[in-house]
């Protein structure tokens, strides 16, 4: 029987910290129970097959020469982008593991479209580095999947924060900060949270190069933001250990001023941010990278929460019905 393995990644959301945490700042992200699955099938040939499901992306296959991987040249830049993650993860785990390549069939299955801000590039990277590795005969310990996840999205996007890897990975809430190599799991489990999207209008790489040119251009004034968004991101912590929701709220409130002067929330995006809060909203702001894509918002119950969820419909978004992931990358083997 042909080896398979499944690789099972939740998904996240940024509760707060997005694009100050490349810089070092603290970030809180939460995995999310909507699972990405890398299904791997070794195969006796070097080739490389490459399919898709629920991700709206076509089907793709191509031969892996034993040199170098192929140029396939795609006309959809989300087909692009989506095929450099699991590329480059393939060639990530044959470098930092100094293994042969191998033929497999690669079966991508989601609900959640990708680029909406919702981790499903971090969710492909780590799934295809800890599938890949176990049929190369490596069990990689969860810090070595997020280390080299991380890697992934470096050189895919130019500039990326190890946040959306290590939520992929370890689930839970986490507490993030880069610049003292903290990833820490806090017990945080009961807070009830919505999150829904639209269509985004730019890529992750394109909008971090966008914060990365205004600070360039603004540093005396930019660089004291990003330092107030980390004391936001602490401050929302100690609100999250103390249960003070409504400091929570306000403090996602702020930040979400920030990512404003910050240019990347998108019109669509703050207009449904506003009719949360005005819908019973503690807080609710934009998350990810931004231009369109994900926004979260903090609801005082259930029963809130499912008014908000429904206030995300009628506005034409997307609604992910999704809990906190509290375990985080799941592997299978399926056949041997």
Known sequence: MTLIVRALVPTKVTLLGEHTVVYGEPAIVIALDKRLIIEMRRRNDNVITIRSSGLTIPNIEYILTPDSYPQVRVD?????????????????????????????????????????????????????????????????????????????????????????????????????????????????????????????????????????????RYGELINPIIKVAGSIVKNARKALEKRSLEKLGELMNIFHGILEALGVVETEVARIVHVLRLAGALGAKMSGAGGGGAFVALARSKKDAETLRNVIKSLGASVVDAGIANEGLRIEQVGI
Do not use: W
Not at 96 to 101: D, G, K
């Open 76 to 216: 959809s830049a989300i087909v692009s982008r989506f095929f450099s993650y699991i590329i480059q993860a393939l060639s990530i785990v044959e470098e930092e593991l100094s293994v042969r390549r191998k033929g497999v069939d690669i079966l991508v299955e989601s609900s959640l479209p990708p680029g909406v801000g919702l981790g499903t590039s971090a969710a492909i990277s780590v799934g295809t580095i800890a599938a890949y590795s176990f049929l190369q005969g490596h069990v990689l310990e969860p810090r070595e999947i997020a280390r080299l996840g991380h890697r992934v999205e470096l050189s895919v996007q130019g500039a990326a924060s190890p946040m959306d890897t290590s939520a992929t990975t370890f689930g839970g809430m986490l507490y993030i900060e880069p610049s003292r190599d903290i990833v820490e799991k806090l017990p945080i489990t009961d807070i009830h949270i919505v999150v829904g999207y639209v269509p985004k209008k730019f890529t992750t790489a394109e909008l971090v190069r966008q914060v990365r040119n205004l600070r360039n």
